[in-house]
Every structure is written in C-alpha cells, then in structure tokens.
Nanobody
Framework: VQLQASGGGLVQPGGSLRLSCAAS????????IGWFRQAPGMEREGVSF????????YYANSLKGRFTISIDKDKTMVYLQMNNLTPGDTAVYYC???????????????????WGQGTQVTVSS
C-alpha cells in the first residue's frame, strides 16, 4: 500500500485544518495508522494513532482535545482534524501505516513499513 498525505497549509493561530492520508494499492483494513510530525530542528514525534481493527485511538498527551483521528467507512482514508492550532503545531506531518500493528506499539516509529511523503502545516499570523 502507498500513502499520500495532504491537507496541509498556512493557517492563523486558533484556526483548523484537516489532514488526509489516502491509501492506494489497497485499503487500511487490519492496519495501524499513525500521524507523526517533525518541526524544524526537532525529532519526529508521534501525534495520533488509530487501529482499524479495534477502532481504538491514541493521542499524544499534549494534543488531547484539539486533534481527532478518524477513518472513513471504506478504510481508504484516515483523517486528522486539528483545531485551535498554535505556532507550536508548525511541522511537516507524516502518516504511516503497518499491517497488524496494535495500538500499544503504534508510538514506535520503527514499527511502520509504509510512510507518506509529508504535508507542511504552518501556523502563523
């Protein structure tokens, strides 16, 4: 499966964006999907995760309540709804996927075989 991330852009503080991660060459059925981000000069960090098997989700503590991860009914698209954005959310956002990945393992970037190309999110006034 190949991943295509999209939906990034420039937004003012307090604004919202919805990122999309599209699967091509297959579906996300029985996959674990993660969103990661990397700010300039920083290490890549986990943002949000979803198991398409259990439907379970997980969020980085600092992002709970502002970000929501979801998947469409056809399991070909995963979304990351980001609200009340701050300049600290500025980063390149990546989606990643791996078949059979369980929720407790999803924060480990090394567990993912498939990565999208990244989409830039810039929060600035």
């Amino acid at each position: 499966v190949q991943l295509q991330a999209s939906g990034g852009g420039l937004v003012q503080p307090g604004g919202s964006l919805r990122l999309s991660c599209a699967a091509s060459g297959g579906t996300f059925d029985y996959f674990g999907i993660g969103w990661f981000r990397q700010a300039p000069g920083m290490e890549r960090e986990g943002v949000s995760f979803i198991s398409t098997t259990s439907g379970g989700t997980y969020y980085a503590n600092s992002l709970k309540g502002r970000f929501t991860i979801s998947i469409d009914k056809d399991k070909t698209m995963v979304y990351l709804q980001m609200n009340n954005l701050t300049p600290g959310d500025t980063a390149v956002y990546y989606c990643a996927a791996d078949r059979g990945l369980i929720l407790s393992s999803m924060t480990d970037q090394g567990q993912y075989d498939y990565w999208g190309q990244g989409t830039q999110v810039t929060v600035s006034s």
